[in-house]
Each structure stands twice: as structure tokens, then as C-alpha cells.
């Protein structure tokens, strides 16, 4: 495993997807460092797994808010770490999309406090659904399986947001 800075390529996205989708973060001067993580190599040439993982399970990107200890030493805000074996198979889109979801977890406090390092209080934002669920439970169970009903809202919903519309057209 080995972790290095992310090229000026990946930190300028970020900073796209900062100045177009969260406004707040801009204002409020929150700092960014974005590191790629690898997974460790084979003899064989190839990864050993996957670079990161989240909660055991394989992510393309963790985010983190930093200490108030780690600010106060001079560290960035918030710290992106980024699965850099499958980053550059991405399309610039999907980045963009990680890119922005990664963001997406970090809030500004409302009121505008500052911390011991008078940097701002951030929150973390968590997913508006986690599918913590198994298929073979939702069949045995069906709607008794607490997860089926949270899938079947979460359905209704992207459909409503049309990111089904090509498959149902």
C-alpha cells in the first residue's frame, strides 16, 4: 500500500466541483488535501485487493474531517483519500460525480463558529440511503425485511429524479 498527493489534475476537479456545487465550502475558506491511495502488489505485477476500503467493503473515495488538533498543526480541513488504481479508468464525469459526493458529506456549521484553529466547524453529512441489505433476506422476507421497504423508496425516488428514464423509455 502506498499513499501520495494527487496530481494538480485531480486537485483542480475537486476545486470544479467545489465552486460549482458547494457554495458554502467555498465561503467559508475550507481546505482540501486529496491523497491517492494504492493497493499493495503482487509478484505478479497486480494488486492485492482493492487500494481502499470503507467499513470492509471496496470504495472509490473516503472522506474525513480533520481534528481540531490536526487543524490546529496546520492541517488541511478535510482529507480525501482516493482509490488511485481505479481513478484513472474513470471517465471525467464519474470523477466529477466522486468528486462532488465526497463533498456532499462535508456541512459548514450554520451559525458561522469557528474552531481552536479558527477554521470552521464542519459536520459530517451522511447518506440520505445506505443499503446495508441482502437480496436472498428481502426474498425470504419481502416487505418484513426492514431494507426491502428503504430499497423500494429509494427506487421510487431515483425514478422520480429520472436516472431510470433511458431504461424505462
Not at 451559525?111 to 459536520?123: I, Q, S
Request: proline residues 5%.
Amino acid at each position: 500500500m502506498s499513499l501520495e498527493p494527487a496530481p494538480v489534475a485531480v486537485i483542480k476537479l475537486f476545486e470544479k466541483a467545489m465552486r460549482d456545487n458547494h457554495e458554502r465550502l467555498v465561503e467559508a475558506g475550507v481546505t482540501v488535501q486529496i491523497l491517492m491511495k494504492h493497493a499493495k502488489v503482487g509478484d505478479d505485477g497486480k494488486p492485492k485487493g482493492p487500494a481502499l476500503k470503507l467499513h470492509g467493503v471496496p470504495a472509490f473515495a473516503t472522506v474525513k474531517i480533520m481534528s481540531v488538533a490536526d487543524r490546529v498543526a496546520g492541517a488541511e480541513d478535510i482529507r480525501i483519500v482516493l482509490d488511485g488504481d481505479s481513478w484513472p479508468e474513470h471517465t471525467e464525469e464519474r470523477q466529477l460525480a466522486i468528486a462532488d459526493h465526497e463533498l456532499t458529506h462535508v456541512l459548514v456549521d450554520d451559525d458561522g463558529k469557528t474552531d481552536d484553529a479558527e477554521r470552521p466547524v464542519l459536520k459530517m453529512r451522511h447518506h440520505d440511503y445506505d443499503g446495508g441489505l441482502f437480496f436472498e433476506v428481502c426474498e425470504r422476507h419481502g416487505m418484513e425485511e426492514p431494507q426491502t421497504e428503504a430499497l423500494l423508496a429509494a427506487y421510487a425516488k431515483a425514478r422520480q429524479l429520472e436516472l431510470f428514464a433511458a431504461e424505462v423509455a
